[in-house]
């Protein structure tokens, strides 16, 4: 099995020798999950955070109309979870998809503090993932107080050109805050080369 691709995204941040590697590997689950998969329902326990090798997934949050709202996207790379529930074990505020048939690592919050103890290093790893996270958040509520719908556009094609091509329009509508009829409008603007 090959595993250079989360082993890459660890060494972004820590290095770990062979030993430590296989015994953060023994503590993950490889799963292969089509599309539509759901992996985390609104009111489950949130047990886990996922590492996604390839595919991509959506979090978002279901209100009581049964309208959803996108949260975030996670692609090739990313980790992703509903990071409040996980760190504090209660029942998750969000659901996760899988929108591309996709391959993900599963690690449970019990291993995750079994890997502080046996390899104080994660602490720095997820330490650095936190605050990543909080910065990419932090950012987006700026943009999407300061920023005109046209333009949190643009900063969404660019920053998941992919995601942009293969999601729905409404879940793509539903993460920038605009409807879909409008954002039909920013696209079909767009594409006729008008600012």
Not at 59 to 79: H, P, Q, R
Not at 160 to 184: C, D, H, M, R, W
């Amino acid at each position: 099995m090959n595993h250079q691709i989360i082993q890459e995204n660890i060494s972004k941040h820590i290095t770990l020798n062979e030993a430590e590697f296989l015994v953060f590997l023994s503590r993950l689950k490889k799963i292969q999950i089509p599309r539509k998969s759901i992996i985390l329902s609104q009111g489950q326990l949130c047990e886990n955070i996922y590492f996604v090798e390839s595919g991509a997934l959506r979090a978002f949050f279901l209100d009581e109309s049964g309208k959803e709202a996108t949260i975030m996207f996670a692609i090739n790379d990313w980790w992703v979870t509903d990071m409040y529930c996980f760190i504090n074990q209660k029942l998750a505020m969000l659901t996760i998809e899988a929108i591309e048939d996709s391959v993900i690592y599963q690690l449970k919050k019990s291993d995750l503090d079994y890997l502080y103890i046996a390899i104080p290093q994660f602490e720095k790893f997820f330490r650095i993932l936190m605050q990543n996270a909080y910065i990419r958040e932090q950012l987006r509520v700026i943009q999407n107080l300061s920023l005109s719908a046209e333009a949190r556009y643009e900063i969404f094609v660019g920053k998941y050109p992919e995601v942009a091509k293969n999601v729905k329009q409404k879940q793509i509508a539903s993460y920038l805050g605009i409807t879909p009829e409008f954002l039909s409008m920013i696209k079909h603007k767009k594409g006729k080369g008008l600012k």
